[in-house]
């Protein structure tokens, strides 16, 4: 008998359990439950993820805007605190780094650097064991300009002749000068970087080339003696207009003094004071744009210490050879080949994002008025005549002492009696005709500069022909200096046209460097304020050799230049 029937309850038991044991629908659930637990954990995870990864590109993205906004080299404000102000805007500042921003500026050059980092908190991978995960976000962006056009301005009046250092501050100028041509045309393969220089003592001197280029009146016809009086009026403006017509200024030795108004009747040759004013010498006059290392430094070899200092007028040619206006001229230069044809397309716009305009302007003095002939004695014919002989004769229609007569020729070389020179009976040296030994000529006003002094002309020509007495001659005397010899302008006024121009330039982003050479406190002030902000970046107060360093300075920052198309 069996088991099962002799014991009916347990024998059903027993067959649900085998029954039991035969049936997979159990296991399906149990696995069904991990299933579902994975899927619960991984759909955790990607929420975490997902939460974690907006963390960091909300970082990253505020990252990028705000390095690139503080690298612009348009952005005035300054770099560390435009990344900063972006990430407080995006309500992100508690995970920026502030240490971490790094700002290297260079002259044609921007670069900024950044870091920050956030904690995403996990929901769900926190039964894993991880807490959080860190975001981090880091950036670097750099504006680089790659042409350049640079103009040296710099003082060669006769005060850089002083001792400095154990030199000569003409002699120290020239060895900095010519490193810093060295340094900054060191690496420039692809010929993006011009320099001009422009000399510049009481006027600036032009090559007859580019002086051919604007409206030139009054041309005297001296060889290389081509400075132009510009107007107070073109300081209101970037541009110098090569229609405005711009007086030259003339070769007239206006300012040695003759001895004690000497009654010698023999002319008094100039001494060349003009040209130490308006110095003729080519290396003295402004050189273009160029690229060319040896012209460049035999150039500031050649420079001569003379003269008085006028910097606004430095400064005003250095200007307009940076102004996009001069643009058609160059084209004219460089298709006569006088400027590098790789200089195509100079002076730039100012808003050219490719471009650097920088000038340097150097002065070891202050601003000192000085002497210009008077436009209606500059050329034209004179009433001066010169005889063969070297002798000197002038006509007066008017104004003549009655000891004259009807003779309108006054002959200073024949007045030897005491009473003619003395001037209470001068009718020997009254003539009706010019006085003629050999030949005579009447003179225009160039070809009297060119023998004698203005201040002699006035004393023996005027003020003893028309004069009758000590006190009458110095009449006559001052008032024709004051009719033939003006003043070119006061040293307030110049200072105030310096600035004019300066404050125009440094509107349209031209960078100027200053550098006050052992010079007085007010050409210091004038230098510094010349110079773009900040000062302590762009002004240099320099002495001795130091000049030397400043020049490096400035040059190492144009050296760092990296030249990309």
């Not at 690229?291 to 606004?312: P, Q, R, V, W, Y």
């Not at 006085?435 to 000529?441: A, D, H, I």
């Not at 240099?540 to 990296?562: C, D, K, W």
């Amino acid at each position: 008998m069996r088991v099962e029937s002799l014991f009916p309850r347990l024998s059903s038991s027993f067959g649900q359990a085998k029954r039991f044991a035969r049936r997979e629908d159990g296991a399906v659930a149990y696995f069904s439950l991990v299933i579902f637990f994975l899927m619960f954990l991984i759909g955790g995870m990607a929420v975490d993820l997902m939460r974690y990864e907006h963390t960091r590109v909300t970082l990253q993205q505020t990252m990028d805007r705000s390095v690139l906004a503080g690298a612009s080299l348009q952005q005035t404000l300054a770099p560390a605190s435009v990344v900063s102000d972006y990430f407080a805007k995006a309500g992100l500042s508690e995970y920026l780094d502030a240490s971490s921003i790094v700002v290297t500026q260079t002259m044609n050059s921007r670069n900024v650097k950044a870091k920050a980092s956030a904690i995403s908190y996990n929901i769900f991978m926190d039964m894993l064991g991880v807490t959080e995960l860190v975001a981090p976000a880091a950036a670097a962006a750099e504006q680089r300009r790659t042409n350049v056009e640079i103009v040296l301005v710099l003082d060669i009046s006769g005060s850089m002749t002083g001792s400095s250092g154990g030199t000569t501050k003409i002699a120290a100028l020239k060895s900095a000068a010519k490193s810093f041509v060295d340094t900054v045309l060191a690496n420039d393969t692809e010929n993006r970087i011009s320099i001009a220089i422009v000399p510049y003592n009481a006027q600036v001197n032009l090559p007859s080339n580019l002086r051919a280029k604007y409206n030139a009146t009054y041309n005297h016809g001296v060889a290389n003696i081509n400075c132009l009086e510009v107007p107070a009026s073109t300081y209101s403006s970037l541009n110098l207009s090569r229609t405005l017509a711009m007086p030259m200024y003339s070769p007239a030795d206006n300012t040695t003094a003759i001895s004690s108004k000497s009654t010698s009747y023999v002319a008094i040759s100039s001494n060349g004071i003009a040209a130490q004013q308006c110095d003729p010498q080519p290396a003295a006059q402004i050189m273009l744009p160029s690229n060319n290392k040896t012209a460049l430094k035999a150039k500031i070899d050649g420079l001569i210490a003379e003269g008085n200092t006028s910097i606004m007028l430095g400064m005003r040619w250095g200007v307009a050879l940076l102004d996009p206006g001069a643009r058609p001229m160059f084209d004219e230069l460089i298709g006569a080949g006088q400027i590098s044809s790789n200089f195509s397309g100079r002076p730039f716009d100012y808003n050219d994002p490719d471009k650097m305009k920088v000038i340097v302007l150097m002065t070891d003095g202050e601003h000192v008025a000085h002497n210009i002939m008077k436009d209606a004695f500059k050329t034209g014919l004179s009433p001066i005549w010169r005889s063969t002989d070297g002798y000197y004769s002038i006509q007066h229609t008017t104004g003549r002492p009655a000891a004259a007569g009807t003779n309108q020729y006054w002959v200073p070389h024949l007045c030897t009696s005491t009473n003619c020179r003395n001037g209470t009976n001068t009718a020997e040296a009254w003539k009706a005709t010019p006085y003629n030994n050999g030949g005579v000529t009447q003179q225009n006003w160039e070809q009297v500069w060119s023998t004698v002094r203005v201040q002699w002309v006035a004393w023996q020509l005027y003020a003893r022909a028309l004069g009758t007495s000590t006190t009458t001659r110095d009449t006559q005397y001052t008032n024709i200096m004051n009719n033939m010899v003006g003043s070119f302008a006061s040293a307030g006024t110049m200072n105030t046209l310096l600035q004019d121009s300066c404050t125009l330039t440094k509107a349209q982003g031209v960078v100027v460097y200053g550098i006050a050479f052992e010079a007085p406190t007010n050409g210091q002030t004038q230098i510094s304020n010349c110079s773009s902000s900040p000062k302590s970046n762009y002004y240099f107060n320099a002495t001795g050799l130091n000049i030397s360093q400043v020049f490096q300075t400035i040059a190492a920052n144009i050296s760092q230049l990296r030249l990309t198309q």
